[in-house]
């Protein structure tokens, strides 16, 4: 039986919402099938006031044994450091998650609050937010960049906003079942069973992609990249893959793919006051342009495949072989 202990900062309970619409496994399978022991959860327990610090003092003095800590949201850390912008069982959030890591056989990050500082650590950040071990793409975050629970293993990060239910529970249960070791993790400690593939991998409109086929938001037949900047061509997720509710996924509703499982996420713009940046491009990205070729010729064969890519989609002659993007 592995001890759970599920803990939230600057959060939304977006996470745990998702959670606990897990399907494979479900919350439910992950206790009953899993041998998960769900010590306490914010939304779940049944344990108040006094009876929750009672319990997480038992385990940093090591009473209880702590197999798994979850954390879900932003490390709030103002103002001037003292964290006492976010106060829990009498004492900042950040010193009882500090010395819970320390006892903590395997540490997991839930959600970009966690992983990346997410949505409250965007400029200017007033609480002075952070994640687990990433601040945005740069390592250190809360616990620094050298950070590893007892188990050896980094904090793993399963980011979203919010991550898909089942990637939780599953990286959940190969910590239960002791196969957490062959778990490999990408250069920002996401599971690279979940974290590998880019989202157009199985997206319907991945052929308009190829040809340069402009979409709108709403309508289908063309990519929604060029014109209302989808983020599924540098977005690693298995969201086309390990689909939503068992059915859909964004860029399959066609709707942009928000690039919510990067550490750049929320993509903002200070100038014009906006979080969720929505970037514009040209039918092209700089680094498509082939290694030798100039930037005039492959700007120019790329508008002839572009103009002969939406003849064809209109048609519905296009036969033209595509590879999704490495």
């Known amino acids: 039986m592995a001890n759970l202990l599920w803990l939230q900062g600057g959060a939304?309970?977006?996470?745990?919402?998702?959670?606990?619409?897990?399907e494979e496994?479900?919350?439910?399978?992950?206790?009953?099938?899993?041998?998960?022991?769900?010590?306490?959860h914010p939304s779940l327990g049944l344990e108040i006031g006094e009876q929750v610090s009672d319990l997480m003092n038992d385990l940093i003095a090591g009473k209880i044994p702590l197999?798994?800590?979850?954390?879900?949201?932003?490390?709030?850390?103002?103002?001037?450091k003292t964290g006492t912008m976010n106060y829990f069982a009498d004492r900042p959030m950040k010193d009882w998650v500090k010395e819970l890591c320390g006892v903590a056989a395997y540490v997991v990050a839930i959600g970009?609050?966690?992983?990346?500082?997410?949505?409250?650590?965007?400029?200017?950040?007033?609480?002075?937010?952070?994640?687990?071990?990433?601040?945005?793409?740069?390592?250190?975050?809360?616990?620094?960049?050298?950070?590893?629970?007892?188990?050896g293993l980094p904090v793993i990060n399963i980011p979203g906003c919010p991550a898909h239910p089942d990637w939780v529970t599953q990286i959940l249960v190969a910590i239960s079942t002791g196969r957490v070791k062959d778990v490999l993790l990408d250069e920002f400690n996401r599971p690279k069973t979940f974290?590998?593939?880019?989202?157009?991998?199985?997206?319907?409109?991945?052929?308009?992609?190829?040809?340069?086929?402009?979409?709108?938001?709403?309508?289908?037949?063309?990519?929604?990249?060029?014109?209302?900047g989808c983020r599924g061509p540098m977005t690693r997720a298995s969201c086309n893959r390990i689909l939503w509710n068992r059915q859909s996924s964004k860029t399959r509703a066609n709707h942009p793919c928000?690039?919510?499982?990067?550490?750049?996420?929320?993509?903002?713009?200070?100038?014009?006051?906006?979080?969720?940046?929505?970037?514009?491009?040209?039918?092209?990205l700089p680094r498509d342009v082939p290694a030798g070729t100039s930037k005039l010729a492959y700007y120019t064969r790329a508008g002839f495949e572009k103009a002969m890519?939406?003849?064809?989609?209109?048609?519905?002659?296009?036969?033209?072989?595509?590879e999704t993007s490495k």
């Open 12 to 22: 939304c309970s977006g996470n745990t919402m998702s959670f606990l619409n897990a």
């Open 309 to 322: 890519g939406t003849v064809e989609a209109v048609t519905g002659t296009n036969k033209v072989h595509f």
């Open 112 to 151: 970009d609050c966690a992983t990346w500082g997410g949505i409250p650590a965007v400029p200017p950040n007033p609480s002075e937010s952070t994640g687990m071990q990433f601040h945005k793409r740069h390592i250190g975050g809360f616990l620094g960049a050298g950070y590893k629970s007892k188990g």
């Open 67 to 80: 197999d798994i800590l979850v954390y879900e949201g932003s490390i709030i850390e103002g103002p001037n």
């Open 258 to 284: 928000l690039g919510c499982t990067e550490p750049g996420f929320p993509h903002h713009d200070l100038v014009k006051g906006s979080v969720f940046k929505t970037l514009h491009y040209l039918g092209f």
């Open 25 to 40: 496994p479900t919350v439910v399978e992950l206790v009953t099938d899993f041998g998960v022991n769900i010590l306490w």
């Open 195 to 228: 974290f590998t593939d880019f989202v157009q991998t199985g997206c319907p409109n991945a052929i308009s992609f190829s040809q340069k086929v402009d979409g709108h938001f709403g309508k289908r037949g063309g990519c929604l990249f060029y014109e209302v």
